[in-house]
């Protein structure tokens, strides 16, 4: 009977090692993809990301220069409407001159106002947000300095709209 069974448990033993891949001489990898052929990049420039902004290391003169919102604030459209610090909190969608990026409003106060800050936007002015504040029924946005970038009026709840420093509209919504 001991015999039997040590029999059966090395019958067992032999059919579980030959089952284990690792023991096998041959190793059965599959081979890596080849890497995908690709092109080399010409020579060129390329197109500035925001067509309307002058060209790197260029002036602007006195008519494409930026407007002084704070000397020359936009008009308060008829139908605009009354809002408070809490309606203006959160993460807003912000969008100017062919541009889409990110906007967060908080209620931490800070110079100028409440602190502000953007993601993904690549104009200089609006990546330039720092801070907002509520001046009647306009929401002006202003950068580290203070200088007010943008200024919107509120047109319905969930979106507020205006012109930028450059004179560029700007929309903020959710």
């Known amino acids: 009977m001991k015999k039997t069974v040590s029999i059966a448990l090395m019958l067992g033993l032999a059919v579980a090692v030959s089952g284990c891949q690792r023991f096998s001489g041959s190793r059965d990898y599959v081979a890596p993809l080849p890497a995908t052929p690709t092109t080399p990049v010409g020579q060129g420039s390329l197109q500035p990301l925001d067509p309307m902004a002058p060209a790197p290391g260029t002036v602007q003169d006195a008519q494409t220069a930026g407007t002084d919102?704070?000397?020359?604030?936009?008009?308060?459209?008829?139908?605009?409407?009354?809002?408070?610090?809490?309606?203006?909190?959160?993460?807003?969608?912000?969008?100017?001159?062919?541009?889409?990026?990110?906007?967060?409003?908080?209620?931490?106060?800070?110079?100028?106002?409440?602190?502000?800050?953007?993601?993904?936007?690549?104009?200089?002015?609006?990546?330039?947000?720092?801070?907002?504040?509520?001046?009647?029924?306009?929401?002006?946005?202003?950068?580290?300095?203070?200088?007010?970038?943008?200024?919107?009026y509120a047109t319905s709840a969930q979106q507020f709209s205006g012109k930028t420093s450059t004179g560029a509209p700007v929309s903020l919504f959710r």
């Open 69 to 152: 919102l704070a000397a020359n604030p936009v008009a308060e459209p008829s139908g605009a409407m009354e809002i408070g610090r809490s309606d203006m909190a959160g993460g807003w969608k912000l969008s100017s001159g062919g541009e889409s990026c990110m906007a967060f409003m908080a209620l931490t106060t800070w110079s100028g106002g409440y602190r502000a800050n953007t993601r993904g936007c690549t104009s200089p002015a609006l990546s330039s947000i720092a801070a907002w504040n509520l001046s009647g029924k306009q929401v002006e946005l202003k950068d580290s300095s203070g200088a007010v970038v943008a200024q919107l």
